[in-house]
Nanobody
Framework: VQLQASGGGLVQAGGSLKLSCVASENMWRINIMGWYRQAPGNQRERVAI???????RYADSVKGRFTISRDNAKKTVYLEMNSLKPEDTALYYC????????????????WGQGTQVTVSS
């Protein structure tokens, strides 16, 4: 599975961005799609995941501000980010885990190239 992420950029605190990730494969065969992020000096962390039927899980730090969604027909997963904070600044990665579940604490083996999100104060 190849993943192509886009939509990052520079935004002021309180602003919004929407990330997109297009998969090369039929997304009906990929149970879990997710977004992860990595800030300089930090480990990569899970932001949000969504299963093929649309159920979701979020990191506590983004609950109520970020929304993950997917359009299986368009082979695309989205991350809508609102009320952005400087601490959201990171490289955001799309991830695919075809056999994963919402409750399995792991990332899938397929990664996109990352898209940079920078939030200025």
């Amino acid at each position: 599975v190849q993943l192509q992420a886009s939509g990052g950029g520079l935004v002021q605190a309180g602003g919004s961005l929407k990330l997109s990730c297009v998969a090369s494969e039929n997304m009906w065969r990929i149970n879990i799609m997710g977004w992860y992020r990595q800030a300089p000096g930090n480990q990569r962390e899970r932001v949000a995941i969504i299963n093929v039927t649309g159920h979701t899980r979020y990191a506590d730090s983004v609950k109520g501000r970020f929304t993950i969604s997917r359009d299986n027909a368009k082979k695309t997963v989205y991350l809508e980010m609102n009320s952005l904070k400087p601490e959201d600044t990171a490289l955001y990665y799309c991830n695919a885990d075809p056999s994963g579940t919402l409750w399995l604490n792991r990332a899938g083996q397929y990664w996109g190239q990352g898209t940079q999100v920078t939030v200025s104060s």
